[in-house]
């Protein structure tokens, strides 16, 4: 599933188009090194991760997504310098961006830089590109000594993200050091309290895949339903996964619904929300879900290749057609789906 062009193969092909069509070619190149590379940051694995979006580069150097991936996966790996280049470089060549503005002022606050670092944090704080945004924000002002701003700051970071035991934590040091000690003594109550949350979600998460996977399905439900939080999108999509995990989808599909509405923005709820309505049977209802997958990471393989067999279940070829060809730059090893692609493309060509 995931074997890449090589590289040597590509250029050979190049030698012999026109301008344009190598540039297709190219970026048509690094598709599957896109999609595994996508693959690999689902799954934390950033230096893999790191090295698929360099191979990309390498076959198309003006590949804006692939840039932008590799730095924050230098990012992630503490490649602080080399990562700053990258945005940089991609910056340049698409102009200004929220996203790679809110990534250079989380650079700053690592070098020590409060000053940019504010500029650049407070300049999307107030259409953030990430819900952490106002935390990295309101730390920067508590690091270069404007007390009464940080705490601003990080009490809307802590409106953003109400269980992220981090903000409690430096909120609470912020408010101690502003001399406010019945707030702080609040908020190092909550930073414990969500600490031991994480840690009892952690063994929760043990608990319930052993129970699902060692027990009747109704006995491995009672230890599971501990986990199961109606506010908390983040514990509803790790439970729905271990239940898809272990086959049992008809009760995956509460947890990862109420997950999605809790925060559209998960590609993970609804990712694995379209899966598991797929894997019942439940084509209508995969498509929605799988659509907006698909619009959060378009490289991302599995939801792909899942809706476009989502849309030729739902005979709905013409959306299915453009849909299956990007999996299969994706994925060009993908013989079965490259077969349906060129049934589809029969069938229109007969029409």
């Not at 063994?203 to 129970?211: E, L, Q």
């Not at 027990?215 to 230890?223: K, N, S, T, W, Y």
């Not at 509803?236 to 239940?243: D, M, N, Y």
Request: aromatic residues 10%; glycine residues 6%; charged residues 25%.
């Amino acid at each position: 599933m995931r074997r890449i062009l090589a590289i040597l193969f590509v250029m050979t092909v190049l030698s012999g188009m026109s301008v344009a069509q190598a540039q297709k070619a190219q970026k048509g190149a690094a598709d599957p090194h896109l999609s595994k590379g996508a693959q690999l940051m689902q799954e934390q694995l950033f230096e893999a991760a790191a090295n698929e979006f360099q191979q990309a580069l390498a076959v198309d150097s003006g590949n804006p997504r692939a840039r932008f991936e590799f730095a924050v996966c230098l990012l992630q790996l503490g490649r602080n310098d080399e990562a700053r280049r990258e945005f940089e470089q991609l910056q340049k060549q698409t102009g200004e961006s929220r996203y790679i503005i809110y990534y250079l002022g989380r650079l700053d606050l690592l070098s020590d830089d409060y000053k940019p670092a504010i500029q650049r944090l407070g300049s999307v704080a107030e259409d953030p590109p990430f819900p952490d945004t106002a935390f990295y924000l309101g730390t920067a002002y508590i690091s270069a000594g404007d007390v009464t701003s940080g705490i601003k700051w990080l009490e809307t970071a802590a409106k953003a993200q109400p269980h992220d035991y981090r903000v409690h934590y430096r909120l609470a040091r912020a408010y101690s050091s502003a001399g406010r000690e019945p707030d702080a003594t609040r908020e190092y109550a909550l930073y414990t309290q969500y600490k031991d949350e994480h840690k009892t979600t952690e063994k929760d998460v043990r608990d319930c895949s052993t129970a699902l996977h060692s027990q009747p399905l109704d006995a491995a439900r009672e230890v599971c339903h501990r986990m199961f939080d109606p506010t908390n999108p983040e514990k509803l999509t790790l439970l729905g996964q271990l239940f898809g995990d272990a086959g049992a989808f008809t009760d995956a599909v509460d947890p990862l619904k109420r997950a999605a509405q809790l925060d559209p923005g998960s590609f993970e709820a609804w990712h694995n929300l379209g899966v598991t309505y797929f894997r019942l049977h439940q084509y209508a209802d995969a498509r929605a879900p799988l659509e907006k997958a698909v619009s959060l990471r378009p490289d991302f393989y599995g939801s792909v290749v899942l809706l476009g067999a989502t849309l030729y279940m739902l005979g709905d070829n013409d959306a299915a057609l453009p849909v299956l060809e990007h999996a299969v730059r994706l994925n060009p090893a993908d013989t079965q789906t490259a077969a349906v692609l060129q049934k589809l493309r029969a069938e229109r060509q007969k029409q």
